[in-house]
């Protein structure tokens, strides 16, 4: 009798491992699908209006050392899913003027100065969207002025902008409160570690972001939302960079030359600025 209940207990244990590894491989080869998924930039929808417009930068990294760098794969799915412009360049150097000039489209600063220093009466995307948003990953408080050793106020370009200065406080906020909502136009910038870093650092953190904040929701699975992926400036001669636009239902390449006023240009046209 005891070596008969020693057998029915064993088949049980036996039988319920199995059962539990049967339960958890879908679960197992859920999350390794979702970990290889390709961007949802293919479709054959139909085209709707653009009602949000994301931006999110980079820093200081030269094209020939994103494309095809085996440790960035998220972000070269991306290139090779939805739309890559091939020539694409900064407008000068160090950063802050690039990030000026883009949300601008005019140079009026031109060295990394402190926004404790320098800021700009000009108008910007900022100003002329209905709705906006500058989330900064490292930032402690909204309009930080001050910079920490994972937040650059330079990379911020809100801060800078006098005519926003009554709604800095509101609007310019630490990406983990990101929230795409009906906001009309948002700026993205990580932390200035990850930042500097796309292979495997970036890389890592956009093959999260992406898909948790931007693809899940209806606003882009609809085709309402254009996200531009590039970096500020490369340091390399000509600076080259990357940019790469993701949407549903746009795919290839852009190969005519293109700059970061460029990208100001098109965000007033797709959003009727």
Known sequence: MRILASVVTASLLLAVAVSGRAHAAPTVAR?????????????TKARVPVKHV???WFENTDYRNVIGNAGAPYTN????????????????HPSLPNYIGATSGQMTLTSDCPPTKCR????SLFSRAASWR???????HPCQSGGTSSYEPQHNPAVYY????RT????DLPLSQFRLGRVQFLFVAPDSVTQD??????????????????????????GSTVVFLTWDESYAAGNHIVLIRIRRGSHGRITKRLDHHWLYEKTISMLHL
């Open 197 to 222: 870093a796309i292979a495997p650092r970036g890389d890592t953190w956009l093959a999260h972001w992406l898909p948790t904040h931007v693809f899940s929701t209806k606003a882009y699975r609809n």
């Open 162 to 165: 006098t005519r926003l200065s």
């Open 31 to 43: 999350a390794a699908a979702a970990s290889t998924a390709k961007p949802g930039c293919r479709s």
């Open 168 to 171: 800095c406080r509101t609007h």
């Open 134 to 140: 500058d989330y900064q990953g490292g930032m402690t």
């Open 54 to 56: 994301i931006w999110i």
């Open 120 to 123: 700009t009466k000009t108008a």
């Open 77 to 92: 799915r991306l290139a090779r899913g939805c739309r890559l412009a091939t020539n694409y360049h900064g407008l000068t």
